[in-house]
């Protein structure tokens, strides 16, 4: 098991971050290139969470070890570190630009000082709640960076969906500006997918989420907006809440789920 710590700066931010780096057994050894997995953390959290909380680099060891994932690089970065969370998007009132950060200072800078196929055959993309939001919106927003995303107990919503009262009790007005405005509607993930579902190179998705989960509702919902639109994807559910008995158990979900996507790809 060897997890780094990348130092980099970030443009889109004009501050230094720092990500999380799994690096695979065979990399040290070899001068092969490695297809790279973002893994994202949740609300309140950080790029420790994973490694720290959710045995991840202990489940990535025994999954490619038992040949259920192939070698890859794993990347566990900061939202952009703002507020409980940023969601991973441009912030309307101009807090942060926390999409700009992860796609062209986060990706490039992966690309650039290991060894990668920086292609989206080979980059893909998961998370956890806030993070399982941020991994199908990155993926849809950017389906030339990423060819897959998994959710685990995400954060599925749509803002135009939010009652009224808890919109305006909640940060979104500061993320997406008016529920109705023109913003919020080009980063809405019921109408992104909408955007995607006739792309023949719209991201693939999975999603699971826990039956005892406060997310389960909303994942339920994500997935009939699925079904409505003709969008393919693969969901489970599971007994479980949202804590991380539940995402450390059901990692291993996700992964093989995109180890399947990784082997049908050229």
């Not at 040290?28 to 973002?38: A, L, N, W």
């Not at 420790?48 to 192939?70: C, F, N, P, V, Y």
């Not at 986060?106 to 650039?112: E, F, Q, S, T």
């Not at 135009?160 to 979104?172: A, H, I, N, T, W």
Request: hydrophobic share 35%; aromatic share 16%; glycine share 10%.
């Amino acid at each position: 098991m060897t997890v780094q710590y990348a130092a980099f700066f970030s443009g889109a931010l004009f501050s230094r971050k720092v990500c999380c780096v799994y690096i695979p057994p065979g990399y040290e050894t070899s001068d092969q290139s490695y297809p790279v997995v973002y893994l994202l953390h949740g609300l309140y959290g950080c790029q420790l969470d994973w490694t720290q909380k959710g045995s991840a680099a202990q489940t990535l060891d025994r999954l490619i070890q038992s040949g259920e994932l192939r070698e890859c690089i794993v990347v566990m970065p900061s939202d952009g570190e703002a507020g409980h969370g940023t969601f991973y998007m441009d912030w309307y009132d101009g807090t942060g630009n926390f999409e700009q950060y992860f796609v062209y200072d986060l990706v490039p800078y992966i690309d650039r000082h290991y060894r990668t196929v920086a292609d989206r055959n080979h980059r893909v993309i998961a998370g956890l709640s806030m993070g399982g939001f941020g991994s199908c919106y990155l993926a849809l927003r950017h389906p030339e960076l990423f060819g897959a995303a998994a959710s685990l107990s995400g954060a599925l919503g749509s803002v135009s969906g939010m009652e009224e009262k808890m919109f305006d009790r909640s940060q979104f007005p500061r993320m997406t500006g008016p529920a109705a405005g023109p913003y919020a509607r080009e980063r809405d993930l019921h109408q992104l997918a909408s955007n995607e579902a006739a792309n023949p190179q719209r991201p693939s998705i999975y999603f699971n989420c826990g039956t005892e989960d406060y997310l389960f509702a909303m994942n339920t919902s994500f997935k009939q907006h699925l079904d409505s639109i003709g969008y393919a994807y693969e969901y489970e559910s599971f007994p479980g809440e949202h804590n991380w008995d539940y995402w450390t158990e059901h990692l291993p979900d996700a992964l093989r789920f995109l180890e399947s996507w990784l082997a049908k790809q050229i």
